[in-house]
Every structure is written in structure tokens, then in C-alpha cells.
């Protein structure tokens, strides 16, 4: 008898272990990044709803972002309004996106870095 009888079942358990292990942390990683951009998707719809009522006051815009967050699976953990724009952070899980919307300034959109 050979001493090497048997060691194909160790290595195929311990590659089935690793690939067990690749799989789970692909499968986390992805959680987080749907996570993250249903934060974002429910932030900017929040803001954009929160800046469309700033003239109602920031208690009643705050409220629609957070109708509109909650709509969306997310929660409004901060919400600012500054005139007409809002500044709103929501929340799916561990993930918090921030984000703003109201009007261009006076002269339009900041010109691009060089």
C-alpha cells in the first residue's frame, strides 16, 4: 500500500472549502454594492423631492424626502435644506449616501477641473 491512499477526498474537501469560502465573500461584497446603490438611488430621489418643496419650508420637504426614501427601502438620516437646496443622507443597512438637488446657480454648472 502506498501512503498517498485516500488524499484525492482531502484535496477535493479542501478545494470545496475554498471555493465555499471565494463564494461567500463574492455574495457579501455584493450585498454591499446593491446595499449602496439602493442608498443612492433613494437619496437622489429624496433630495430631488426635498428641493422640488423647499418653498413649502424645510419641515414639510424633509417630510416628503423621508415619504420618498421609505418608498424606495431606505431611511433619511439627515435632512438640510439651505433656499432652495436640499441635502438629504440615506441609509440602506450599513451604507449611507449623500446627496443634493435644487437649482443651477447663477451662472450654471461649475466649470470642469483641468
Known amino acids: 500500500m502506498r501512503g498517498d491512499r485516500g ?3 482531502v484535496w477535493s474537501l479542501g478545494l470545496t472549502a475554498v471555493l465555499l469560502a471565494v463564494f461567500t465573500a463574492v455574495l457579501l461584497m455584493d450585498q454591499a454594492v446593491v446595499a449602496r446603490h439602493r442608498a443612492g438611488a433613494a437619496a437622489d430621489l429624496a433630495a ?5 418643496h423647499a418653498l413649502d419650508g424645510e419641515a414639510a420637504a424633509c417630510r ?3 415619504r420618498v426614501a421609505s418608498a424606495q427601502g431606505a431611511t433619511v438620516l439627515g435632512c438640510t435644506l439651505s433656499g432652495e437646496v436640499a441635502d438629504v443622507v440615506a441609509g440602506v443597512g450599513d451604507a449611507r449616501v449623500r446627496s443634493r438637488a ?3 446657480g447663477p451662472a450654471g454648472p461649475a466649470p470642469l477641473a483641468r
Open 48 to 52: 430631488l423631492a426635498a428641493a422640488d
Open 64 to 66: 416628503l424626502a423621508v
Open 102 to 104: 435644487g437649482p443651477p
Open 7 to 9: 488524499s484525492a477526498t
